[in-house]
């Protein structure tokens, strides 16, 4: 069992470039997991909740314990049942595929990338595990009230 400030530290330690791994865009999604990998659903609530990570910066939706929930972008609740995980998948990847002009950052995505903090230059915000994971997830928030 990790302790909570290792746990921390794994979530927050970005992957270099060359560590991306190749996937297929099929319409409005990712169809296949990155690299095969199989998400874990609270280990993605973490991420979610995770202020580094800027989801509820934007978003809000069933997270009782943070009191500061953004409202720029749509809920997540109910996420699961508006999305499939492919769609969700391509949504947290590149989610300027979708829309040239969305304020959502790319988490899976490393080049052509502008305003980007030294520390990511050449870096993804997220891995293709932790992408796995925060898919997992949301395809969990089914109820969208």
Not at 96 to 113: E, K, V, W
Not at 137 to 144: E, G, V
Request: glycine share 8%; with cysteine.
């Amino acid at each position: 069992m990790l302790s909570a400030g290792v746990a921390t530290l794994l979530l927050t330690v970005p992957v270099r470039a060359s560590e991306l791994v190749p996937y297929a865009v099929v319409g409005d999604a990712i169809p296949l997991p990155l690299a095969g990998a199989v998400g874990d659903a609270s280990a993605g609530r973490a991420i979610v909740v995770n202020r580094i990570y800027t989801c509820l910066l934007c978003h809000s939706g069933p997270f009782t314990e943070q009191r500061f929930q953004g409202d720029l972008a749509p809920s997540l609740a109910g996420t699961g049942s508006r999305w499939s995980a492919g769609q969700l998948r391509l949504r947290l990847v590149d989610a300027s595929r979708l829309n040239a002009a969305t304020i959502m950052p790319s988490y899976y995505r490393a080049d052509g990338l502008q305003r980007v903090g030294d520390a990511w230059l050449g870096k993804p915000i997220l891995s293709a595990q932790q992408i796995e994971d925060v898919v997992a997830y949301l395809t969990t928030l089914q109820n969208p009230s």
